[in-house]
């Protein structure tokens, strides 16, 4: 494994290194045309390290695996395990142990993701490269270019550095891995201004990773390996991402549990100890009642209601790459994407073909579809859209001559002959164009109109609104010549007949507006995080009736530190111009104001965003980087798909909360009712074995929650694992569990006269009663009878309750300690057992209010 290297010559150039002349730039003074010697590469190889990414000393596999038990819920349930091994329940101690390896085990899974995010990175760069030697061009390893080489490019290389441009010809490269634009980028050398600070306006540089579309330049390299562009990139994909918002619910959870555990336990031991009770009984009883506060079986619940929405998922052609991400798409309250390829269909069309009025023109159609079929050379993506628009039969022309494309003039000229006279057409820059005119059309006029100052205002004007709506402009112009004209030469490229404008865009997808605006229903923001400019962003929003409430530029972000940065986030949904580091910035301010948010890339220049989102969703199409980083693959581009998954994961976290709740609020108020009986009862309540058996039977009745249904308010709003709401539903139902089991105590003392061991069997049978029978008020906000539970859920809980009351009559109830109660106790049980599920629905209900009022307070 390589050491971890710079890459880049010792002193360190500015960040905007492309605005420096390349005199300046470190290692250029001694390297001439002739590029660098060989002893010189050599030394430079050795200095400045290999030309590759960054790679990281992996933890061996042990201590990636051991790192997992570092959650507080685990820990808990850890301990509590070994104390059951250790008091001789086994069976205890198998259950939890195996729940807790299963889960810790599905999340190890996950952890070389970002490993094989940056392995795909390093792959997707070209393996040789050509640059001057000793003066004479030769082919070596990428991993062997170093700062001060001279890179020889040419049309469909793979750029194997970030370095200046010396010297092109018609010089196009294809960067939309970095900055997501759309076009080729023209690259020249030259000085830049001083405000061409980011990686677009780079129009003299060229980036490791990015492609040559046409012609051909030669670059002087500037940074190798991990201080590229693209470099950057990978090491931000070795880093660890901040935790989702389902594992600091989960740390907060297990630390809420941990702390009732620690307090209720330490007052068992001081209240047994002030009361002289045998000491070891005391210790067996606060260990059972640890293990009994304990939620052993959510690892489990969430494991498998994790895994049964990603089998719904994938029949919705939604592959889930890692478990947790679905509950986080359901707790999403902001979702970003990006645009190329993700919102659009990430190829161009020629959408509109207008005159100098600005009225559609099918002359101006020809006469593009006849520069375009004709021009030589390696067509454009331009090119492609006007070929791809309409077939025109082109039969009765034949080319004679043309004016190839240049950086210089930045238009193409073809000269035809169709029999009757020879026509030059020209297209190119739509200034360019318009400035070679001396006339123009006008349609249903024969005549050509002299071009004077008002025509060429108007023309400008109607270019100028084409911008502003986001296209991509090119003039189209013609000229008849003699029809002896023999060649095509650039001076022929003057007094021309301005015909109209070819108007380009990226064309939103069908089916985007309808999912966003979904998304956006379900209590989502949408915001669009792109390297492309706002005008096509704006007009990208039109199409997708997207309202624009704030725009955020890459240079407005540049200037701000974080503080400032999660202030304007809030206000913004456009995000332009930016580039990788500056998405990866918007997602974490997102994430640091305390939203759940998702991301969905197909890009390179996605890949850290992707990482450090909550969820970070790709595309079957996406490259392997993006989709190696992202949790989720959309198989489908259909993105109605996402507001499924949306659904899903609400479903999901819905039952999760499902278990939650009935194990916090039932749970404690019998185990709160345990410590309290210690105050004033000669004996132990309830055995410690009985206590164990009571929570081993209530997991049972709880094992089918995964199955149940979720109410549709459940699902209306996102919801995040918010603690205090949870300790409230605890603090407000849990009082009522234990007032009924006091209550239980006076029946059992004062109506029944029981000894110990009839006591302990009541208590047992009316605790594990009411705990497993309110699981179907707890499990909905509304009216139990109208929110159906699953039948599997029916079955196990009436199953349980009625295994419970029978149990104090079979031997192995005699085993455990019970005796058989008498029939006037079932008798007050169902009455009691009625009356509790009555109360705690209206209290339920009444906290849900309270709950609702107060949110719509706050906010």
């Known amino acids: 494994m390589n050491k971890p290297t710079s890459s880049v010559a010792p002193d360190s150039s500015p960040k905007a290194w492309w605005l420096e002349p390349p005199a300046h730039q470190e290692g250029a003074s001694d390297a001439s045309t002739n590029g660098l010697t060989s002893a010189e590469a050599k030394a430079r190889l050795g200095r400045c390290g290999p030309n590759l990414f960054r790679d990281h000393e ?34 205890n101690f198998f259950i939890i142990l195996v729940m807790v390896l299963f889960s810790v085990t599905l999340d190890f899974v996950q952890e070389h993701r970002a490993g094989k995010a940056a392995a795909s990175l390093r792959q997707s760069v070209s393996v040789r490269a050509r640059v001057i030697r000793d003066g004479q061009p030769c082919t070596v390893k990428v991993s062997e270019v170093v700062p001060g080489d001279i890179v020889v490019l040419s049309a469909g290389d793979m750029i194997p550095a970030d370095g200046l441009v010396l010297e092109s010809n018609d010089f196009f490269v294809k960067q939309a891995l970095l900055t997501g634009e759309s076009y080729p980028v023209e690259k020249h050398a030259g000085q830049l201004a001083a405000g061409a600070t980011e990686i677009q306006d780079a129009a003299n540089a060229v980036f490791m990773g990015t492609t040559v579309i046409s012609g051909s330049a030669r670059v002087l390299v500037v940074r190798t390996g991990a201080a590229t562009a693209i470099g950057a990139i990978a090491d931000t994909l070795t880093r660890t991402p901040p935790p989702t918002a389902f594992e600091i619910g989960t740390h907060r959870f297990g630390m809420l549990i941990m702390r009732l555990t620690i307090l209720l336990v330490l007052f068992v031991l001081l209240v047994n100890a002030f009361m002289h009770k045998p000491w070891l009984d005391s210790f067996l009883f606060a260990v059972a009642l640890a293990v009994g506060l304990t939620p052993e079986l959510l690892p489990m619940v969430v494991s498998v209601t994790l895994a049964r929405g990603a089998l719904l998922m994938a029949k919705k052609k939604v592959i889930v790459k890692r478990l947790a991400a679905i509950q986080n798409l359901g707790s999403m309250d902001v979702f970003c994407t990006d645009k190329t390829g993700t919102l659009t269909e990430a190829k161009i069309r020629l959408e509109q073909h207008t005159d100098p009025q600005g009225r559609p023109s099918e002359r101006v159609l020809e006469l593009a579809y006849l520069n375009s079929f004709f021009e030589t050379g390696l067509k454009s993506p331009l090119d492609e859209a006007i070929l791809a628009h309409q077939n025109i039969d082109v039969s009765a022309w034949r080319k004679i001559d043309e004016v190839p494309f240049d950086f210089e003039r930045r238009r193409v000229s073809v000269l035809l002959d169709k029999g009757q006279g020879r026509l030059l057409v020209v297209k190119g820059a739509s200034e360019e164009i318009i400035g070679l005119c001396a006339s123009y059309e006008e349609q249903g006029n024969p005549a050509q109109i002299p071009l004077d100052k008002a025509a060429r205002e108007k023309i400008h004007a109607v270019h100028v609104d084409l911008e502003k709506e986001g296209f991509r402009v090119l003039g189209i112009a013609w000229r008849e010549v003699p029809a002896d004209h023999p060649h095509a030469v650039i001076g022929d490229e003057a007094e021309l007949v301005f015909a109209g404008f070819a108007a380009f865009l990226d064309p939103a997808k069908e089916s985007a507006g309808q999912a966003l605006a979904a998304l956006q229903e379900s209590g989502i923001s949408v915001k669009i995080v792109t390297g492309d400019s706002e005008l096509v962003t704006q007009h990208l929003c039109g199409q997708l009736n997207i309202p624009v409430v704030g725009i955020l530029t890459g240079k407005e972000m540049a200037a701000m530190d974080d503080a400032a940065l999660r202030v304007r986030v809030e206000k913004a949904n456009l995000f332009c111009r930016v580039n990788p580091a500056q998405k990866e910035r918007v997602i974490l301010a997102l994430k640091a104001r305390g939203h759940v948010v998702g991301y969905l890339g197909d890009g390179i220049n996605d890949a850290p965003s992707l990482h450090a989102a909550d969820v970070g969703l790709s595309v079957d199409s996406a490259v392997d980087v993006a989709k190696e980083a992202a949790d989720m693959i959309l198989l489908d581009h259909d993105l109605h798909v996402l507001h499924d998954g949306v659904m899903e994961g609400r479903r999901t976290f819905g039952n999760i909360m499902k278990y939650i709740m009935m194990g916090t609020s039932s749970n404690f108020g019998n185990m709160f009712s345990m410590a309290g009986a210690a105050l004033f009862l000669p004996f132990l309540p309830m055995l410690p074995t009985q206590i164990l058996l009571n929570n081993v039977l209530y997991d049972i009745s709880e094992v089918p929650v995964p199955l149940d249904k979720v109410d549709a308010e459940e699902v209306r709003r996102p919801r995040v694992m918010d603690m205090k709401f949870i300790r409230n539903f605890m603090l407000t139902i849990g009082p009522i569990s234990s007032a009924f089991d006091f209550l239980t105590f006076y029946v059992m003392l004062s109506v029944l006269q029981a000894d110990e061991k009839l006591f302990q069997t009541g208590w047992f049978v009316e605790s594990l009663c009411t705990q497993v029978l309110v699981i179907f008020v707890i499990r909905t906000r509304g009216n139990p009878f109208k929110s159906r539970p699953h039948p599997v859920l029916v079955a196990t809980s ?32 169902a009455g009691m057992a009625l009356a509790y599920l009555v109360i705690v629905d209206i209290a339920k209900r009444a906290f849900y209010r309270w709950h609702v009022t107060k949110g719509v307070v706050q906010q």
Do not use: C, D, H
Request: glycine share 8%; charged share 5%.
């Open 58 to 91: 992996e933890q061996p596999l042990w201590l990636q695996f051991m790192a997992r038990f570092k959650n507080p819920l685990v820990l808990l349930l850890l301990v509590a395990s070994a104390i059951s091994a250790m008091t001789g329940e086994l069976t």
């Open 798 to 829: 009436f199953g349980v309750a009625l295994l419970g009351a029978v149990l104090p009559f079979t031997p192995i109830g005699t085993y455990f300690g019970f005796v058989p109660p008498p029939a006037s106790f079932y008798l007050i049980l």
